[in-house]
């Protein structure tokens, strides 16, 4: 089978590899995770490694479902292990073991063992990995695909520019869906999706809630992308659909979304004082899929839709991403590298108007350190500018560049 190449995420489990650390690999479900690990027993295989040395178990498979208790999984993994061996366990949708930090912690003690684990919600990663196995593991995040995977996954016909392979990337960007064929196929596939995320990761966690209520949540973040949201803001936009609901349960329902990975909550920096503002977040999906999903009529709001493409384009190139906040004016994006610089973005689907190009350009001018700061358009006409140390850049462009830094920033 042909696979996409995730080279980011294949280069972070190469440079772990026989490293005495655990490496988890989290995402929202079907963005490649499974298939990353594929690509990597591959190569491990390719290198000289044995079947017999590598133990492979998903938890979403049937076949194991017995070992979803984690004194069964232990037993089976420990009775294939030989002391005079090294062995590379891959434990797939480990979330679905109870208390299956037991096992990690055992195997991460184990001298001829190096493990990979991988998760579909923040649950495990914020409750029981990180409270125990704190300091033994290094994490990286699978999105569903940027632009540049996408435009190499396949040879797209020869007519087929850059820009209409872009607005085909618009749409979705999880992988199966470059093997589909219509937009009637796609729905289905993303419907599914939404609705696994729903019963696995939202409903179960949350108990018996409304599935009326969580959708129209939903839809209102879906149509509020770009924007600042309060609580206040979406329990009013309810009250007025006919639906109550108390500030602690809606708080609930939204950090419950956003553990499922079906949004990142984004929170404003206030960039004079370096440091973060606690009242009004944006949220942002992980996938524009599931806006085109539950929005099919919300097509003409491209400004926004290119605004989350940065976003999360942004989150694979670096380990902290906020909404900027400096004076009355608010900067698009401001990313901190593990170095504590900084860089600054705007995002625009165009500035030809120079009455919007002040407008998009003032924010970043009244910031007074050296840091980058860029302007990200869709101009095809003036594509590329330099307005005193703020550089303009074509997205398209821009999200083909590079390779992202993860933890090494």
């Not at 366990?89 to 991988?118: C, G, K, M, R, W």
């Not at 470059?178 to 729903?198: H, K, M, P, W």
């Not at 600054?344 to 910031?367: C, D, F, G, K, N």
């Amino acid at each position: 089978m042909n696979y996409i190449q995730r080279p980011l995420y294949l280069e972070f489990l190469r440079r772990h590899r026989d490293r005495h650390i655990i490496k988890v690999v989290s995402g929202v479900r079907r963005a490649g995770k499974s298939v990353l690990f594929q690509l990597f027993k591959e190569e491990l295989l390719q290198e000289g490694v044995e079947e017999s040395q590598i133990i492979s178990i998903n938890f979403e498979d049937l076949t194991f479902y017995d070992l979803r208790d984690f004194k069964s999984l232990y037993a089976y993994i420990k009775a294939l292990l030989i002391e005079d061996k090294k062995y590379y366990i891959f434990l797939d949708e480990i979330q679905h073991v109870e208390q299956f930090e037991l096992v990690a912690d055992s195997l991460f003690i184990t001298p001829n063992v190096d493990l990979y684990l991988t998760g579909s919600n923040a649950y495990f990663m914020s409750s029981e990995l990180a409270t125990n196995l704190t300091g033994r593991y290094v994490e990286i995040e699978v999105l569903p695909l940027s632009f540049k995977e996408y435009l190499s996954a396949h040879n797209f016909p020869e007519h087929k520019g850059k820009m209409e392979v872009f607005n085909d990337y618009l749409f979705s960007a999880f992988p199966y869906l470059l093997q589909t064929l219509s937009y009637a196929e796609n729905i289905d596939y993303l419907r599914g999706i939404y609705n696994s995320i729903l019963l696995n990761d939202v409903v179960a966690r949350l108990g018996n809630p409304s599935p009326t209520v969580i959708e129209r949540i939903l839809r209102t973040l879906l149509s509020s992308v770009g924007s600042l949201v309060s609580t206040n803001k979406i329990r009013n936009t309810l009250i007025s659909q006919g639906i109550s609901l108390s500030h602690a349960t809606l708080e609930n329902y939204l950090t419950t979304l956003t553990d499922s990975l079906l949004f990142y909550a984004v929170p404003r920096f206030d960039v004079k004082g370096r440091a973060l503002l606690q009242r009004l977040e944006k949220y942002y999906p992980v996938d524009l899929g599931f806006r085109n999903l539950l929005l099919p009529d919300h097509k003409e709001d491209i400004g926004h839709m290119l605004e989350n493409i940065v976003y999360l384009e942004l989150r694979r190139r670096y380990p902290q991403v906020y909404v900027g906040n400096i004076d009355k004016y608010e900067v698009d994006f401001v990313v901190v590298t593990d170095f504590g610089h900084y860089a600054y973005y705007q995002v625009s689907e165009t500035t030809l108007a120079p009455e919007t190009l002040e407008r998009e350009l003032r924010p970043l001018e009244i910031i007074k350190d050296h840091f980058p700061k860029y302007l990200l358009t869709m101009d095809t006409i003036q594509p590329s500018a330099n307005y005193n140390g703020i550089e303009k850049k074509n997205i398209i462009d821009w999200l083909l560049e590079g390779e992202g830094c993860y933890d090494v920033c």
